[in-house]
């Protein structure tokens, strides 16, 4: 231990292989800092190479001949007590959450708490039905198929939600039965450890989960290019989820991939205002606007779209930004100073080409927040359908007003992007709701609700460039983690 930061000592935290907490083999570990104050060091971490990466895969791939084997019902059981070990410890989880990546303590306590629910949920999932009975031509067959696990996967994962996002990869990866090789992201790998720890603590066997932290060249791309790891799911920006198709393909990997998103909400001029400009806020300026279903346009009807913007600009400059553990704060900072710098320059540069800038978009200062990566949320108003500003995913807090003439042009606005994860619609109107519905290209539709929400029971993804086409969450998860064999059964001659 050396020193302390926030009240608590900075540790150095170590890889978890073959089912125990070892140091990088180099030796070498890296810093990870307070976003909210870049002088507060959270804590070391093992700064790890392809050394480190082999002996988790080959971890990994030993104690898969005993774990992919094993019963469904024991795989339950210990993910079942770790989602009650992680349960006691959602306090200071969740402050260690906020402190860490910059969501308030609100939001921190929520995503693990979050992280416990899917842990139980595929402690459920673990004891459903794997296999299908099928009838033959053959009256005197047995046909039927069983799911089967895949073997080593490699989960990697963004810094957005550090809990959340690994726990609804690991969890069923490890319930159907494969074992796994994780590598988080290197500006929140404290929420890993945490989530290793509760899974450790609750008697997963060595080797079966192994964490491996360090940067995205010196382990994700070994991670990715063992032979032995045969799937892959990854969560992250659209440019390296192309890179990991190549690499994926070149050796006939499984490939899992949730990406970007351009979110709309769509705001009739029969809607409950209100109600609207709550959850359109909530969307865009929630988790600083970290997610990557935040909402980022607001296509307004023309005939309430002034009102609409007037009352949205004054609700967002009211968002008080600030040190994510006082809460007072209603936004924290972006995850680093880089993130801000850009958020900052994107807003910067969408004034200068002549959109209108309503409120927002600079680095704060004052409070303390000089030290940090704080920017204030950014309304615009009047925003070409075919900017920048409209068509890519800034991953901020910044919101572009968009005025259009009714539902066909605002679903033809929503529509004519490359990403296609989640949008939302407010309107009174059911047959209106339904038509959108239908005719919205994307993986998650909402009706008189933010963009942003996702419940862990039902399938999460994108159409277009948001995702590779599969899903992830819910009973879709067997489809990726699993693979199918059919069997037939017959009698021999009597």
Known sequence: MSGTANGREIGTFKNFIAGAWVPAASGRTFENRNP??????????????????????GAAAEAYETWGKGSAIARANILHKAA????????EIGRELAWEEGKTLKEGIGETTRAVQILRYYAGEAQQPTGEHYPSMNPATLLYTVREPLGVCGIVTPWNFPIAIPAWKIAPALAF????????????????????????DAGLPAGVLNLVTGSAGA???PLVQDSRVVAISFTGSNEVGGELRKSAAARGAKLQLELGGKNPAI???DADMNHALMHVINGAMMSTGQKCTATSRAIVDRHVADEFTEKLAARVSAIRVGDPLD????MGPLIDDRAADRV?????????????????????SGEDRERGAFVSPAVFANVDRNSRLAQEELFGPVLGVIPVDGLDEAIDVANKVRFGLSASIFTRDLATALTFAQRIETGIVHVNSETAGAEPHVPFGGYKGSSSYSREQGKAARE???????????????
Do not use: W
Request: aromatic fraction near 6%; charge should be negative.
């Open 36 to 57: 909210s104050n870049r002088d507060e060091v959270i804590g070391h971490f093992a700064s790890s190479d392809s050394v480190d990466v082999a002996a988790a895969v």
């Open 84 to 91: 009650n070990i992680l349960e006691g410890r959602i306090p």
């Open 177 to 200: 039965g494969n074992t796994v090789v994780f590598k988080p992201a290197s500006a929140t790998p404290l929420c890993a450890v945490r989530l290793v720890e509760a899974l450790a």
């Open 219 to 221: 382990v994700g791309d």
């Open 267 to 269: 705001v009739l001029a």
């Open 327 to 330: 809460p007072d704060s209603m």
């Open 344 to 364: 900052a320059g994107e807003v910067e540069a969408a004034r200068k080409s002549g959109v209108q800038l309503l409120f927002g978009g600079e680095r704060l």
């Open 480 to 494: 990726f983690f699993t693979q199918t064999k059919t069997v037939y059964i017959d009698l021999p001659p009597a």
